[in-house]
C-alpha cells in the first residue's frame, strides 16, 4: 500500500508582513536594509543573523546532497567550490592571478536563437590567458552538452577542477 506524500508548503511568518515562502524570504532579506526584522517571533538583527537563521531552520536541498557553505558573503552550492574559491582568492592575493569572478553567465546562442544559459563557477586571468572553471564532483549529461556547446559557439574551454588543490 503506497501513501500518497502532500507536498508542504515552507512558509514563515515575516513580522508586518505575514507567511512568506522560504525562497522569497530569502530573496527579500538580501534586498533589505533595515534591521531587526522579526521571523516566526525571533528578532534577528543582522542580515548574517538572519541567513544563519534560515539556514538552520530551513535548510536548502540540493540536487546531488551537496552541502551549501558561505564564504565571504557568497553561498557556494558545495563544500568542493567554496574550497575552490579560497584557493583561487589566495592564489590572487600571491598575484598568481588575477580579476577572480564567480558565478559567470553565458548565453548560448546561434544564429539569434537563444539555446541555453551556462553558468560558469570561476573565471580569471592568468598572464595573457583567460580561464573558466568549473568545479565538478559528478559530471552530468547537460554539464556535458553546455560544456561542447561553450566550445562549439564560443570557443571556450571549460577547465574541470575535482579537487580543490589542484593546480592553478
Not at 32 to 49: D, F, M, S
Not at 75 to 97: H, Q, T, W
Not at 119 to 141: H, L, M, N, P, S
Request: charge should be positive; aromatic fraction near 8%.
Amino acid at each position: 500500500m503506497t501513501v500518497a506524500r502532500k507536498k508542504v508548503q515552507r512558509k514563515a511568518l515575516v513580522g508586518g508582513i505575514g507567511y512568506m515562502s522560504i525562497s522569497d524570504l530569502r530573496k527579500w532579506l538580501g534586498k533589505k536594509r533595515t534591521y531587526p526584522v522579526n521571523i516566526n517571533g525571533r528578532a534577528l538583527h543582522t542580515w548574517q543573523e538572519a541567513r544563519d537563521y534560515l539556514d538552520v531552520m530551513y535548510p536548502v536541498q540540493n540536487k546531488f546532497g551537496n552541502k551549501a557553505v558561505w564564504i565571504d558573503n557568497h553561498r557556494f552550492p558545495s563544500v568542493l567550490e567554496g574550497n575552490r574559491y579560497l584557493v583561487l582568492k589566495d592564489a590572487a592575493a600571491r598575484g598568481e592571478i588575477n580579476e577572480l569572478e564567480i558565478q559567470i553567465d553565458f548565453v548560448l546562442e546561434h544564429n539569434g536563437v537563444h539555446i541555453c544559459k551556462y553558468i560558469a563557477d570561476f573565471r580569471y586571468r592568468k598572464g595573457d590567458q583567460t580561464v573558466i572553471e568549473d568545479t565538478k564532483g559528478k559530471r552530468t549529461d547537460e554539464y556535458r552538452i553546455k560544456a561542447n556547446l561553450m566550445l562549439a559557439l564560443l570557443g571556450i574551454k571549460i577547465r574541470e577542477v575535482a579537487s580543490p588543490g589542484e593546480p592553478i
